[in-house]
């Protein structure tokens, strides 16, 4: 190594040139790769089968379904198609949580596992801007691809929205279409570099992801969404069906809300009504609210119209932004300041 | 070269309620192989951790090469840190390490790095996990002087490997500090080899500076005393660090140089580092330290002797 001429160092002063963001992208890009290659052939593999699967259901919608209400669209379409629809639905709203645990919790869990963060971080580049370097590309390449995913989800889903069976705004399918599904990816990814921070150990993190992010969509799905904007309020029971019934409620002479109890009683109290409508089909039928209304009772329900689709996917997508760039700047200050 | 290469004030660091390191003061003049020598537990992993940046003190304050706060961009680009077990990507190839630290750094010598493993029969194709032992402490040295770093530092770099790969990897830390001025501070169990290869010494006992110093200078003002373990006692004249007794002789040593009185029927001679290290780490509470603003005063008197051989 005498041979080898050693270059002259470069001054030490304080303003030192940082290493280029694209060179660290190359590091991103090789350390990763394999990660992001399998996320790409597990979302290539369920894009095929939703091309497929998604052809036949078009090509039955279009044959059957004009009218949607007719007897064949009923047998060669929703019959046909119907529960494969709602397995893949179910299954898709698993994917950002995959993507997510696999793709992101392990970041920074295997550097801490295997102890190469000893020396990715006393690199010449430093800690911070490693950390940035690795944490951003891979952010918006999941979310670029699963923002991909959902033109196809969106096509795969038309035929049921256009027959009437699904709508946009309905639980199963309202995280998977629009800006949702990309931003709960981010989401999912955001949540695993975190856990992989915090437990330090590949495993465990993505189970630990799996389970924050199920807790998150669930409460999302079923206590959060309803109250982005101020429900509606009308007193109409035919509302059209693409609007999401939030509650109903009736009101007394006194104005007051009627308890479900009290409704039994009024119900059970007069035996006519009994008998027309039947001891077990309660408030949802409109004979019920015909009959509470004719009474002097008023009937309410509180609604978000099938028009406020978008403006709650831009809340959903915004918050859900708005926290992972939280729990990724959190993730990157724990980096900062964690001691070895 | 009047740079410090380290220079630590006071310097501690808690994990929970204990000190893994405290109140530790030094200043290591560039240009030096520092070993760091201690029993487990002694904090050595912590100065280093606190020296390249990778954990923050609890109190005190450690620069690095000169002025340098320890982790800020400056030192780390100036300073190649080879971490214990010598951590690598496993999945990926020799070639992949080189370009991942070439592009991880504001400079990395290419020619260089590749030679070298071409001298190591190491082949670039080959992934990292699928490399000896010593062919991955080779390339995580590697990769480290190829950044062209004025300091290196070294946590337990031979540890795990044979004694032929153990030379050669020391061979290579020496030619770099012989030929391009590298200054190097590795932490090493192995006592064996010290003498060839460092010429400053810092010693840790529980998380403290205990001997701090060029090995000229250390092995120059300890001597070793061998006498009759009846008067073992009651020689005074100089600090003992360390006593051991037989039957019928002991061997003191002591901290004194060449030219100071011995007293009738003792024999002196020169300590080796060895020597000179295993004494020290006997006695947990002697200390040997330059300069009188630095550590603690010498104890007056050395206790009990901890250790009596037949």
Sequence with gaps: MTALTVPARPEHHAGLRPVPWRRMAWVTWRQHRAALGGVAAFLGAFAVYLWLSGLQMHHAEAAYCHPASSLSCAINFTGRYGETAIIVSIALQAVPALIGAFAGAPVLARELETGTFRYAWTQGIGRLRWTVGELVPLAVAVTAVAGTFTVLIGWYNQPWVAAGYVTPFSARVFDLLGFAFAAWTLAAFAIGVLAGMLIRRAVPAIAATLAAYAALAFATALWLREHYITPLVTHDPNLPGSAWIISHWYTGHDGKPLSQAAISQILRADHAATNKIGPNTFQTSVNVVGYLTQHGYTFWVSYQPGSRFWPFQWIEGGWLLALSVLLIAATVWLVRRRAA | ?310
């Design chain 2, 1 to 310: 070269m009047t740079m410090n290469i380290i220079e630590t004030s006071g310097l501690g660091k808690r994990y929970g309620s204990t000190w893994a390191l405290r109140e530790c003061t030094l200043a290591i003049p560039a240009g030096h192989v520092a070993a760091l020598v201690g029993p487990n537990g002694a904090g050595k992993t912590t100065l280093l951790n606190l020296a390249v940046g990778l954990a923050d003190p609890s109190a005190g304050g450690v620069t690095v090469l000169g002025d340098k706060p320890a982790g800020s961009p400056a030192a780390l680009d100036g300073i190649a840190f080879v971490a214990q077990d010598t951590p690598l990507y496993k999945n990926l190839s020799a070639a992949d390490m080189l370009h991942l630290t070439r592009n991880l750094n504001r400079r990395f010598d290419q020619r260089y790095a590749e030679s070298r493993l071409g001298e190591l029969g190491i082949p670039l194709n080959r992934k990292a996990g699928k490399l000896s032992g010593g062919q991955q402490a080779q390339l995580a040295l590697t990769l480290a002087l190829g950044r062209r770093p004025r300091l290196l530092v070294l946590d337990e770099p031979v540890a795990m490997l044979d004694p032929v790969a153990r030379h050669d990897f020391m061979a290579t830390v020496l030619t770099a500090a012989a030929d391009d001025g590298v200054s190097v501070l590795l932490s090493s169990h192995v006592l064996a080899e010290l003498e060839r290869v460092a010429d400053y010494l810092i010693l840790l006992s529980l998380g403290r500076v205990q001997v701090a110093g060029e090995v000229d200078g250390l092995l120059a003002c300890h001597r070793l005393l061998t006498g009759p373990a009846a008067e073992a006692d009651r020689y005074t004249e100089r600090p003992v660090v360390h006593a051991r007794r037989g039957q019928a002789q002991a061997h003191l040593l002591v901290r004194a140089g060449a030219d100071d009185p011995v007293p009738p029927g003792w024999e002196t001679h020169p300590v080796d580092l060895e020597e000179l290290v295993m004494a020290y780490l006997r006695e947990p509470g002697a200390a040997a330290l330059p300069g009188p603003a630095r550590g603690r005063a010498l104890p007056p008197e050395t206790g009990e002797p901890s250790e009596v051989t037949r």
